[in-house]
């Protein structure tokens, strides 16, 4: 297969994207439950028909600035190994069919988390799509110790 | 995998444990046919399908057992240990190439040839039939048939739940007929009540009443119950929860809606939804027999390998429990059983020194109790042994010398669930290592429930084990802290204690920084929940002088407050559980849908408690580690008591143990009436005689006028037996906790003796003596209705 579609979102002024089968919805802004002694990236959760959902923040996952106040974020609900998650993004873009050709790995200047999670690189024309690595964007393993775990 | 396949090994695992039960109790009833004839069907059932399925190693191996156990069927044999104990090995050999076939679909490496040569050489070896008849036809019997039918239809000839030996029963058809007709059967594949019509050896209507005779008998046999996975019943618990949800949504919006018609059809909803949600808890609801039934064949091989004879007796099989409760307390279960054999039930001949039967009786026990459900472990062995346990105790520093002696044996047990603490003598391959108790008790306590052990020397141990029935939904307080919404589980909740503007300060004090509140006299450590999870600071009860909600919780023995901004009402929720992402955090178990749709968070009061250290507040320089520290602090509240401090004449302060007071009443003068001299008020449902302690204490005249009606009466009532008796007392001053010491013996009657309580000098009331005195009989007379 030498082509394959991605669903496409924007976080700070960046394309971001996730093969369209990891996807399981898009939906509006929801309400959140904030959890108390969550690692920062979790925002809240959300109820999604009746089932609860952790909703990370991918700005905050990425190392991204934090969203301008008052900007609401969309929820993009993916699937996972350990069942659905939402990740908050800025927009939603277009799905898009990309070329396997086209795909590249990670240019060196990536730093940080972002390096990790971010698989290649496609080029499109006239701008980039990062692939992410959902599921290791939803494990947060690497925060290990969430702030719930802090002596004080 | 094929499905086939799955089927296969769903149908065989059953079988085995089918096994496993049946092989135990024929070892008891080594003459049953029907038992050795279940057996062999079932080996025979498993020889067939893996034969089929292409399992050669696997048919080999059944094919051995088969063949032993034709043996013991035909009457060659009779059942010894030793065999039981070969087959029961067969049967597990056969489970580990099921699990073999599960994960690879091969039937394993593993060599199981010295299990079949151990099995072909038990065949050989001739067990001449002893006392017992041999299970099988008797010579006279074959001969009367005219083509001397083989063993297994004999079984068939007599077995009353087959047609044929029923019909034989009831006289209806003669022995050889249908011995011949069996004999056709094997060859044709007819229904034996057709061959025999067909032969003529028995009316056709014969035919039809036994048959529906049969059907009568076994209601279970017809297909009413089929098959379903578990994941479709916790996926129709989940759609059921969200209804309910829902339709909580619903009704709130229908409340706010003035439309009769709406408001009709959502209450028709309401209670389809309630009935519903109930129903299909009970498809999840299994009986605890089913973590029960392995239980004789565990008891029969440990009590083997300690060399102690055991019976296993259980009651209430059918208790029914929600499925996840029954994986969680498996374990639990399975290791509490071998500690009973292992260290509870002595061996045979220590226990006939002791005067008891040689075989040890293990009882379980299960029933549901006040919408819990409560399994009971007992043994009939040498109990516990406080004296071991205090001095091991000390050994590990958990408790000083003296604060042991001063234990009581009912606490002492409860030590055995400590972590680390084993009493055995020595450490065996079942038990001893001291892991386990503990785990017992926190597998327990994570599902909700309860354990405690009581013992008597010399006669046995009972551990009693209370758990909710279902863990799915569950009544919760709602409390609001730093304007989030939390939902605390009921069953850790005791009480509520609500501070009024201007008390909270008052009431609020600190030790070390570590808020406390006085809690009837006693320390109550605090935890600000808006703090410990970190909320918004604008906490309406960190501003001074601002009215406090205090829930008082219990969590691992330890009671503690949790100030909260709001209590908001209580209500069923549906526990839900938390992504991975948030599950390392210890202060919640989950989390619910409210009525409104939004989520909120069930906090996990453990978590919440050890999150907080609140069992250091009140020793933290004394011990190390939380148990211990359990174990100090109840022992320091036990040096003290907590005392009821009553006025009744001018000078009679009186103190009662407030063990001794079921409730503090206030009536009004006029409810009092007179049973001949005494005086009585009706008080739930009872007569109960009252006594004005300062008549019998103070010496007072009994001439002292009655207070004018309409005043107050203060009432202490001292139940006894479930009988009453309220004392009437002046005043109630105070309820405190003092450490008791009687320093002038008794001077007056009705008292034990003078202390200081809270710098006075108090008289020491005795409660059960006084009420002796004014009402000789009381409890005796009633005590036998």
């Known amino acids: 297969m030498s082509s394959q579609q991605f669903c496409t979102f924007l976080l700070d002024g960046h394309v971001f994207g996730t093969p369209v089968p990891k996807v399981q919805e898009v939906i509006q802004h929801q309400e959140m439950t904030r959890v108390p002694l969550a690692p920062e990236v979790v925002s809240g959760l959300i109820n999604l028909r009746g ?31 350990d069942g659905a998650v939402s990740l908050l993004v800025d927009e939603i873009g277009d799905v898009i069919e990309v070329d396997e050709e086209t795909l590249e790995s990670p240019p060196e200047t990536l730093q940080g988390f972002a390096r990790e999670v971010v698989q290649g690189v496609y080029k499109l024309s006239g701008r980039l799509l990062l692939a992410l690595d959902i599921d290791r964007v939803v494990d947060l393993g690497d925060l290990n110790k969430p702030k719930a775990n802090r002596e004080f | 995998m094929d499905d086939i396949v799955k089927d296969f090994l769903i149908e065989s695992y059953e079988n085995l444990d089918r096994l496993d039960r049946e092989l135990v109790k024929l070892e008891s009833d080594p003459s049953s046919k ?118 297994i239809n004999d079984v068939k000839l007599d077995d009353p739940s087959k047609i044929g030996g029923l019909l034989l029963e009831r006289g209806q058809v003669r022995r050889e007929d249908l011995a ?25 209507e014969d035919v039809m009443a036994a048959q529906q005779l049969l059907e009568a008998r076994n209601p279970e046999t017809p297909a009413e119950t089929i098959r379903v996975g578990v994941n479709l019943l916790d996926r129709l618990m989940n759609l059921v929860g969200e209804l309910v949800l829902a339709r909580n949504q619903l009704l709130q919006f229908s409340n706010s809606l003035q439309d009769a018609g709406f408001q009709a059809v959502s209450q028709r909803l309401n209670l389809i939804a309630t009935e519903l949600q109930e129903e299909v808890m009970k498809t999840r609801m299994q009986p605890i027999g089913n973590v029960w039934n392995k239980f004789p064949r565990t008891v029969r091989d440990l009590a083997i390998s300690c060399s102690k004879e055991v019976r296993l007796d259980m009651e209430g099989q059918d208790t029914e429990l929600d499925r996840t409760i029954i994986e969680a307390i498996k374990d639990p279960l399975t290791h509490l059983v071998r500690n009973c054999i292992d260290h509870g039930i002595e061996a045979s001949e220590a226990r ?48 000083s010398t003296q604060q042991a002696a001063r234990m009581p044996d009912r606490d002492v047990f409860n030590m055995i669930f400590l972590p680390g603490f084993s009493t055995a003598e020595k450490v065996t391959n079942v038990s001893g290592r001291g892991v386990g108790m503990d785990v017992v008790k926190t597998n327990v306590e994570k599902i909700g429930g309860t354990v405690d052990v009581q013992s008597t020397a010399g006669q046995g141990t009972t551990v009693k084990i209370k758990i909710p029935l279902t863990l799915a939904i569950i009544p919760a307080l709602m409390v609001t802290s730093g304007r989030e919404r939390f939902a605390i589980p009921q069953v850790s909740l005791l009480e509520l204690v609500r501070l009024e503007s201007g008390e909270s300060t008052k009431g609020i004090e600190m030790v070390h920084g570590a808020p406390v509140y006085r809690l009837r006299g006693r320390l109550l450590p605090l935890v600000y929940l808006n703090r410990e999870l970190q909320l918004a600071q604008e906490s309406m009860h960190l501003k001074q002088d601002h009215a406090a909600n205090i ?124 049973a001949g001299p005494q005086e009585v008020m009706q008080y739930r449902g009872q007569i109960m005689p009252l006594i004005r302690l300062s008549r019998v204490i103070a010496g007072v005249s009994r001439e002292t006028p009655t207070p004018a009606p309409g005043t107050q ?22 309820i405190v906790e003092e450490k008791l010491v009687v320093q002038t013996p008794a001077q007056r009657r009705g008292v034990l003796g003078s202390s200081v309580v809270q710098k006075r000098v108090t008289d020491l009331l005795d409660v059960p003596g006084v009420v002796r005195e004014v009402i000789p009989a009381f409890a005796e007379s009633h005590g036998s209705n």
């Open chain 2, 352 to 399: 006939k020194q002791a005067g008891k039967l040689p075989t040890g009786i293990l009882k379980l026990r299960a029933f549901h109790e006040g919408g819990q459900v409560n399994i009971e472990i007992s043994d009939d062995g040498a109990g516990l042994n406080g004296e071991r346990i205090r001095r091991k105790a000390v050994e590990r520093g958990l408790v």
């Open chain 2, 713 to 734: 009466l203060q009432v202490v009532v001292y139940s006894e037996a479930g009988h009453s008796v309220g004392l009437v007392v002046d005043r109630i001053v105070d």
């Open chain 2, 551 to 674: 829930v008082v919780v219990q969590a691992d023995g330890c009671e503690f407050g949790v100030v909260v901004d709001e209590i908001t009402d209580t209500e069923e929720i549906v526990v839900k559980p938390l992504g991975k992402q948030l599950k390392g955090i210890t202060a919640y178990s989950g989390a619910t849908i409210m009525g409104d749709g939004r989520v909120a968070l069930i906090l996990d009061i453990l978590g919440l408690a050890q999150r907080a250290q609140v069992i250091s507040v009140r020793d933290s320089a004394l011990a190390d580690t939380v148990q211990e520290k359990n174990v100090v602090k109840e022992e320091a509240a036990r040096d003290r008591q907590t005392l009821l401090v009553v006025q009744c004449g001018e000078h009679g302060r009186m103190a009662i143990p407030l063990s001794l007071v079921a409730r503090l009443e206030e009536f009004p003068s006029s409810a009092i009436e007179m």
């Open chain 1, 51 to 81: 089932q609860i959902v952790s909703a990370i923040d991918l700005r905050r996952r990425l190392g991204l600035e934090d969203r301008p106040e008052g900007q609401l974020p969309m929820n993009v609900v993916v699937r996972t190994n």
């Open chain 2, 34 to 151: 029907e038992l050795l004839a279940s057996i062999f069907r079932t080996i025979h059932t498993i020889k067939g399908s893996c034969g089929f399925l292409g399992f050669a190693r696997l048919e080999k191996l059944a094919h051995a057992g088969e063949n032993l156990l034709s043996r013991l069927r035909d009457g060659k044999l009779t059942l010894s240990e030793e065999l039981t104990s070969a087959l029961l090995a067969t049967v597990d050999a056969i489970r580990r190439m099921l699990a073999a076939i599960e994960a690879s679909g091969q039937d394993g490496e593993e060599d199981y040839t010295s299990l079949i040569e151990r099995l072909t050489a038990l065949q050989g070896e001739a067990h001449p039939p002893q006392d017992s008849p041999p299970p099988t036809a008797t010579p006279e019997k074959a001969r009367s048939s005219p083509t001397s039918a083989p063993a």
């Open chain 2, 180 to 204: 011949l007709a069996l004999e056709k059967q094997e060859v044709g594949r007819k229904r034996i009540g057709e061959i025999l019509i067909d032969q003529g050896a028995v009316k056709p």
